[in-house]
């Protein structure tokens, strides 16, 4: 039998995909996604997996009292948010996944792109959202903008594939 280059086995070639970057907004679809970031990143063993959540502007008016600065976060606003994350994601991280938490305010696709841009990140994953209007039905308001603007690969997951993972 014939030897063969590593080169010939694409399944054995390193991913390119070493930063990847999972947006959250503390939704049901966005935890779903969730089990997709972790899944790519334990198969890319030495990948960063980023876990963003920004605070849209609206909601950043609301919490305006809390805010410092535009990047800064008070602590009462970065501990209901660290509850959050503690509760809904960090359990589910595996040992050996380089997760790093991030938190920006302002309008949330613009910067979820700029946060991808400066990092730049080989593969944003992000949940759909699936109810409420024509544009939203289809991809969501902020997934859509997202995947249509990223300079890297987009996987949008869908929350209605929830019902078929399970069976």
Not at 136 to 154: H, I, M, P, Q, S
């Amino acid at each position: 039998m014939e030897e063969t280059d590593e080169a010939d086995r694409p399944h054995l070639r390193e991913s390119p995909y070493r930063r990847i970057l999972f947006c959250t907004d503390f939704s049901e679809n966005a935890d779903f996604a969730f089990d997709f970031a972790i899944d790519a990143a334990q198969r890319r063993p030495g990948s960063t997996l980023y876990l963003l959540h920004v605070i849209p502007e609206p909601e950043a008016q609301f919490w305006k009292t809390y805010l410092y600065e535009v990047d800064g976060i008070d602590a009462k606003a970065r501990r209901d948010i660290d509850a959050k994350l503690e509760e809904t994601y960090l359990p589910r991280v595996p040992a050996g996944v380089d997760l790093q938490v991030e938190m920006k305010v302002g309008k949330d696709y613009i910067k979820i792109l700029e946060f991808a841009r400066e990092k730049t990140v080989d593969l944003i994953i992000i949940g759909r959202a699936g109810r409420g209007g024509l544009r939203k039905a289809l991809f969501g308001n902020v997934t859509e903008k997202v995947a249509r603007k990223a300079d890297c690969a987009v996987l949008v997951v869908p929350l209605s594939y929830s019902e078929r993972a399970t069976e």
